[in-house]
C-alpha cells in the first residue's frame, strides 16, 4: 500500500475521528459530512472504474438508487400473501447486503454489454441505463410512490445501541447523544474499509491490469490481460460501492425518492472525481467532501448549485486536468522546485 | 376512433417528435463527423433554441420570422462560444476529459437558462393555425407540417452546402482525414469551430418549431440529445439521412408505446431501442460493416 498511503489513512483517521468532538453539539455539520462520507464512498468506487481502468459511467447515480431504493423497500414492506408474506420485512443489515447483491447482479447484466463499447458510445449507454432506472422508480408508482419517493424507513439497528457510560448525559461524551454522530462515524469507517480496500487492490495484480488498460487497452489484451473481465469487475464492484452507500443514505434520511438517482446526481459524482483528481482514490474523497460542503457555503445559490458545479468543472478540467490533488501538489513543486517534475 | 386511425395518430405524432430527434441527430454527426466528439451538450442547443425564441417572440412581440432568425444565429453564437471557451484550448484532450467537459458544458447551460427563465414551461403560438386538419380519421396539426418542411429543408439545404460550397467541401475534408486535410491548407480549427455553430443552430431549429407541440423548458435537454443520439447510433453515426430516418423510427415506436402500452415508460422505449443497438449493432442499421471498422466504439 505504501508508507504515503499509510500514514495519510491514520491522518484521515484521526481528522473523522475527531470532527464530531471539535463540532460539539452542532448536529447539522455532522449531518453534512455524514452525506459527505456516503457520497465518497461512492466517489472511491468511480474513481477505480475512470481513474484507474479509464472507463466512464454516467450512470453511478441510479446504481446508488438501487441501492437505496432496495434496502428502502426490503425494510419497509410487508406483503400479506405471496411467498415474500414471510420473509419482508427484512432487517436493515440484511438489506443491505441483499441490496449489494442484486445491484452487482444488474451492474453485472449491464456492465458485460456495456464495457464492451469505449468513449462516448459506453458514457451513452451508462446514461441510458441511469435514465431507465430513473424512469421505472417514477413510473411504479405503486411500489415506490412514484416522483414523490416513499419513507418510514427504519434506522439501522446499530444506532442508539452505544454502551450506556458513552451516551450518559452528565458526562463529558453526551454527543454520542445525537443519532446522526452514531451515523456518521459508521458511515466514515465505512469509507476506510473501502478505501484500505481499493488501495490494496490498486497495489495488486488486478490493480496493475487495470491501469494497463487504461493506458492501452490493445496493449494490454495483447500482454495476455483480459480487458473484458477486468473491467466488468471493476464495474461490478464500483456498484457494490455505490449500492452500500444507497442503503446507508436510505437508512440516514429514512426517506427516498428518484431525486437521490437522477442525471443530476450522476453527474455530480462524476464531478467530484474529476475535481478530486481522477486517477486517485484520494482525490475521489477529497472531491466528495469539497462538493459537499461547498454548497452550504453557497446558500445564496440555491437551484443554481448545477451552475456553480459546471463552471468548476470546466475550471478544473481546463486548468488542472489531473485535479486539484495532483494540480496543489504540482503547484507547490513549481514554488519550491526540490526536483523535477513532469507534465 | 377505428383501431386503423388510432395508429395513424399515433405514427403522426411520432413523426413530430422523430423529426426532432433526427435534427439533434443531424447536430451529432455534423461534430463528430469533423471532430469525432460527440457533444453531449447536443440537447441543451435545442432547448436554448425553444426559449430564446419563446422570449423574442413572445416576449419582445418580434414578428416570427425575424424570431426565427435571430433564435438560430443567437445560439450558433452559443455553439461557437463553447468550441472557443471549452473545446479550442483543451491541449491533447483524451476522449474522458471531451465528454466530461461537453457533460459540464450542458449543465452550465442549463443552470444558466435556470437562472434566466427560470423552472417555468414555456408556450409558443403554433406558426399556422391550431385547427387540426382530418387525415384518414386522424388530425394532423398543420404545426406538424412546419415541422416536417423544416426538417426537410435542413437536410436539403445541408446536403447542398456539403456538396457545393467550399467550406462544406473542406469540413467533409476534415471529416475524411484531419491530417490529409491540414496538408492541403484546410484551417481545421476553424473548421471545428464552424460544426460547432452549424450544429448549435440546426438543434436551435428543432427546439423553435417543437416548442408549439411539446411547449419547453430548461430541463429538456438531457432527455432530447440522448432520443436525438439514440438516432444518430440507429442511422449509423455520421450518417445524416440515415439520422432522419432512424429518428422518425424511434418517434414513431415511441408514441405506439405510449399509447397502447403505458405513456409512464415512454421514454425508457427509445433508451430500450438506443441501448439494444449499442449492444447488438452498434454501427446502426444503415452504416456498412467496413466503415464501422474503422471507427472506435
Known amino acids: 500500500m505504501g508508507r504515503w498511503n499509510r500514514v495519510s489513512l491514520v491522518v484521515l483517521a484521526g481528522v473523522a475521528g475527531a470532527m464530531p468532538f471539535l463540532l460539539g453539539t452542532d448536529s447539522y455539520y455532522i449531518s453534512v459530512l455524514v452525506m459527505a462520507g456516503i457520497r465518497s464512498i461512492v466517489a472511491i468506487g468511480l474513481s477505480l472504474l475512470m481513474g484507474y481502468a479509464g472507463q466512464i459511467s454516467l450512470g453511478h447515480g441510479a446504481l446508488f438508487g438501487l441501492g437505496a431504493y432496495s434496502s428502502g423497500l426490503l425494510t419497509t414492506l410487508h406483503p400479506q400473501s405471496g411467498w415474500l408474506a414471510g420473509i419482508l420485512p427484512l432487517s436493515p443489515w440484511t438489506a443491505l447486503v441483499v441490496a449489494a447483491v442484486m445491484t452487482a447482479a444488474i451492474a453485472y447484466a449491464i456492465g458485460t454489454p456495456c464495457l464492451r463499447l469505449r468513449g462516448h458510445y459506453l458514457a451513452m449507454a451508462t446514461l441510458a ?93 495483447t500482454m495476455g490481460v483480459n480487458t ?4 466488468v469487475q471493476v464495474f461490478v464492484l464500483s456498484a457494490i460501492f455505490a449500492s452500500v452507500a444507497g442503503s446507508l443514505y436510505a437508512h440516514f434520511v429514512t426517506f427516498v425518492s428518484p431525486t437521490a438517482c437522477e442525471l ?29 460542503l461547498l454548497p452550504e457555503y453557497l446558500r445564496a445559490f440555491e437551484d443554481y448549485d448545477v451552475l456553480v458545479y459546471g463552471g468548476i468543472l470546466i475550471g478544473i478540467l481546463m486548468f488542472m486536468p489531473q485535479g486539484l490533488l495532483v494540480g496543489c501538489i504540482q503547484l507547490i513543486g513549481k514554488i519550491k522546485p526540490v526536483r523535477k517534475t513532469t507534465g | ?44 442547443f435545442v432547448m436554448l433554441g425553444g426559449m430564446i425564441m419563446v422570449s423574442l417572440h413572445v416576449g ?42 461537453t457533460v459540464a458544458g450542458s449543465i452550465l447551460m442549463k443552470g444558466i437558462a435556470m437562472f434566466i427563465w427560470g423552472k417555468e414551461t414555456f408556450q409558443l403560438p403554433h406558426f399556422s393555425g391550431e385547427e387540426p386538419i382530418l387525415f384518414f380519421g386522424a388530425s394532423l396539426l398543420p404545426q406538424t407540417l412546419w415541422i416536417l418542411g423544416i426538417t426537410a429543408g435542413i437536410v436539403l439545404l445541408l446536403g447542398l452546402f456539403f456538396r457545393y460550397t467550399l467550406t462544406g467541401k473542406a469540413m467533409r475534408a ?74 422518425f423510427m424511434i418517434g414513431i415506436l415511441e408514441c405506439l408505446g405510449a399509447g397502447f402500452i403505458s405513456s409512464g415508460y415512454k421514454d425508457a422505449i427509445a433508451l430500450f431501442v438506443l441501448l439494444i443497438v449499442l449492444f447488438v449493432r452498434p454501427s446502426g442499421i444503415f452504416g456498412s460493416a467496413e466503415t464501422a471498422r474503422l471507427k472506435d466504439f
Open chain 1, 264 to 292: 443530476k446526481y450522476s453527474i455530480l459524482l462524476l464531478t467530484m472525481v474529476a475535481v478530486g483528481g481522477m486517477a486517485n482514490v484520494w482525490g475521489a474523497v477529497l472531491g466528495a467532501v469539497l462538493l459537499t
Open chain 2, 60 to 101: 419582445a412581440h418580434i414578428p416570427m420570422l425575424p424570431a426565427f432568425f435571430l433564435t438560430v444565429i443567437l445560439v450558433a453564437a452559443v455553439g461557437g462560444l463553447f468550441e472557443r471557451l471549452a473545446i479550442h484550448p483543451l491541449k491533447n484532450p483524451t476522449v474522458l476529459i471531451l465528454i466530461i467537459i
Open chain 1, 228 to 231: 473484458a473481465k477486468y473491467k
Open chain 2, 174 to 247: 476534415c471529416a475524411a482525414n484531419r491530417t490529409a486535410a491540414q496538408l492541403v491548407g484546410i484551417d481545421v480549427r476553424k473548421m471545428v469551430f464552424l460544426s460547432f455553430a452549424l450544429s448549435a443552430a440546426i438543434g436551435a431549429a428543432a427546439g423553435i418549431v417543437i416548442t408549439p407541440i411539446a411547449l419547453m423548458d430548461y430541463d429538456r435537454g438531457a432527455m432530447l440529445a440522448l432520443k436525438g443520439f439514440g438516432a444518430a447510433v440507429l442511422g449509423g453515426l455520421g450518417n445524416s439521412g440515415g439520422a432522419v430516418v432512424a429518428g
Open chain 2, 1 to 44: 376512433m377505428t383501431l386503423a386511425s388510432q395508429i395513424l395518430q399515433y405514427i403522426l405524432s411520432g413523426i413530430n417528435i422523430g423529426s426532432i430527434y433526427g435534427l439533434v441527430a443531424i447536430g451529432f454527426n455534423i461534430i463528430y463527423n469533423t471532430t469525432g466528439i460527440i457533444n453531449l451538450a447536443q440537447g441543451e
Open chain 1, 129 to 221: 441505463f441511469g435514465e431507465i432506472v430513473v424512469i421505472f422508480f417514477v413510473a411504479m408508482v405503486d411500489l415506490t410512490g412514484g416522483p414523490s419517493g416513499f419513507g418510514g424507513i427504519p434506522d439501522l439497528p446499530y444506532v442508539g445501541s452505544f454502551p450506556a457510560w458513552l451516551i450518559d448525559p452528565e458526562g463529558g461524551y453526551n454527543l454520542f447523544v445525537y443519532r446522526d454522530t452514531h451515523y456518521y462515524f459508521l458511515v466514515w469507517i465505512v469509507v476506510i474499509l473501502t478505501l484500505i480496500f481499493s488501495l490494496n487492490l490498486i497495489h495488486s495484480r488486478v490493480g496493475r491490469a487495470l491501469r494497463s488498460i487504461h493506458g492501452s487497452e490493445l496493449a494490454a489484451s
